[in-house]
């Protein structure tokens, strides 16, 4: 009660703000004596269910429908820039140099507003937590002295029949004088409550005012700042009311847009498609229903069989039952007979533990020997080793007598051997071009056997071709000098004859 109070003096004091009165006139359904409505909702649904209810126009056509969404949306925008005015104030310093002289001026002032908004609702909530327990205190104290007194009115009325004593009589009216003394001063503490309640919600609301008039100055500011404003959009951050509630406000923005762009026929078409829906849903209802007692009777059947089943398997459990009691039984005898073969083990194994026992004092007699034995055959070898470790140093340090021996001479040698290769480099120096020239007239000399060959070759070519020739020519001239003497044998003849 208090606080529906203190929001009704914090209301009161706000003053109104002026607001553009529109009345939206919703179209009522159509009825089907004037004709069946047009078929594009259903067209529609056809290409698209999931678009059937949204209108056709994307652009509102009216001037007062522009204006009311106009209005709706700067409603989001001042409420966007409302909520995140706590992480303004928070991060002022941070945002100092974008918002400004004036901005911060106003920032400073909104912030102190609101302390003191808080700090005067902090007591008025004190003040009526206080109040509150005045009132009961005084209830309670009303309730008990007025007790008191009708219990002293019964003790006077009957002083005969009471059971209670004269002094129990005084002490009831004591009480109830008393309860009326402090009744009387918690009336006067309550009243003087009240009237101090009184001026916080006063003052309450007077600070109200000046946070709402703080509020629209910011917004002022803010919008002629667009700049400032876009920056700290991208950084502000809001509580997660703040954000619910610009949801809603964008959800609602998206509804009001619908209707603005929905028309009368529109409206018609879509309470036809709404109707129609509403019949196949009913229609489907009593689908669903004969299906659902469809669903019974196979239910019912399953249990049915489920009941058979059921009595299967408790066949079933009570053989098992009979095979768990004969496991039992046979689990007892093969436990005894484990029993038993573990006595007769573990008899064997005490027989077998002293044998084994015996054989390990022997064994440890013998390991006592052992280690005696390996004692001594160690000092032996321990000797044997520094004889052997002092016969190895020797041989090192005559190692090492040698080696330097074996060092200096190779250095000597070494020392040779540099001069002598130094020499023969020299001397490879010097024969270089000994043999450069002894190549060259190698070369030469090949050179010219070549052409002597070669002449010779020729000559030889030369004679052997004259000799053929003249070969040639001889037997020539004899073939000649033959047929020439033929010729003059024959003429002989003729003449002769």
């Known amino acids: 009660m208090a606080t529906g109070q203190v929001s009704r003096v914090i209301t009161e004091g706000i003053p109104a703000e002026p607001t553009l009165n529109l009345k939206l006139h919703m179209p009522q359904p159509p009825n089907s004596k004037f004709g069946g409505p047009p078929n594009k909702i259903r067209n529609k649904l056809r290409l698209d269910p999931s678009r059937a209810l949204e209108p056709t126009r994307k652009k509102i056509a009216t001037i007062e429908a522009q204006r009311v969404m106009s209005v709706f949306e700067d409603t989001i925008s001042k409420a966007e820039i409302v909520t995140i005015l706590p992480y303004i104030l928070e991060n002022k310093e941070r945002f100092r140099v974008s918002l400004g002289a004036e901005l911060s001026l106003l920032l400073d002032i909104h912030k102190n507003t609101v302390d003191s908004y808080e700090e005067i609702k902090e007591q008025l909530d004190i003040q009526l937590r206080q109040r509150r327990i005045r009132t009961a205190s005084t209830e309670k104290s009303e309730g008990y002295g007025g007790h008191g007194m009708e219990d002293a009115g019964e003790v006077g009325e009957t002083p005969t029949e009471s059971p209670v004593p004269e002094a129990e009589a005084r002490d009831y009216s004591r009480r109830g004088s008393m309860a009326s003394v402090q009744s009387a001063r918690s009336v006067q503490s309550v009243e003087s409550y009240d009237s101090q309640t009184e001026r916080t919600m006063r003052s309450l609301s007077l600070v109200a005012q000046q946070l709402s008039s703080s509020c629209k100055n910011i917004l002022r500011a803010f919008l002629a700042n667009p700049n400032a404003l876009s920056m700290i959009k991208n950084q502000a951050r809001r509580s997660d009311n703040s954000n619910v509630l610009i949801k809603d406000m964008c959800d609602l923005r998206d509804i009001l847009l619908n209707k603005l762009l929905t028309t009368p026929e529109e409206e018609r078409e879509r309470m036809q498609y709404i109707q129609e829906v509403s019949k196949r849903e009913r229609q489907n209802a009593t ?210 004859a």
């Open 287 to 496: 689908v669903i229903e004969d299906l659902e007692q469809k669903l019974k009777a196979a239910m019912d059947e399953k249990d049915e069989e489920i009941k058979k089943k059921n009595s299967v398997i408790r066949k079933l459990q009570a053989d098992l039952r009979q095979i768990e009691k004969f496991s039992d039984e046979n689990n007892k005898r093969v436990t005894n007979e484990a029993e038993k073969q573990e006595q007769a083990d573990l008899k064997n194994s005490e027989g077998k533990k002293q044998r084994l026992m015996t054989e390990l004092n022997q064994l440890k007699t013998q390991l006592q020997n052992a280690v005696m034995e390996h004692r001594e055959n160690e000092q032996e070898l321990r000797r044997k080793k520094f004889r052997v470790e002092s016969q190895v140093e020797n041989w090192i340090q005559k190692y090492d007598t040698d080696m330097n021996e074996r060092q200096n001479e190779y250095e000597e040698i070494d020392l040779v051997y540099t001069e002598e290769k130094k020499q023969l480099h020299e001397l490879e120096e010097r024969f270089k071009t000994l043999e450069a020239e002894y190549q060259q007239i190698m070369e030469e000399r090949r050179v010219s056997r070549e052409k002597r060959e070669a002449a010779e070759r020729e000559m030889a070519l030369m004679v052997k071709a004259a000799t053929t020739i003249q070969a040639f020519w001889r037997s020539f001239k004899v073939r000649k000098a033959l047929k020439a003497r033929k010729k003059k044998g024959g003429g002989k003849k003729k003449n002769s």
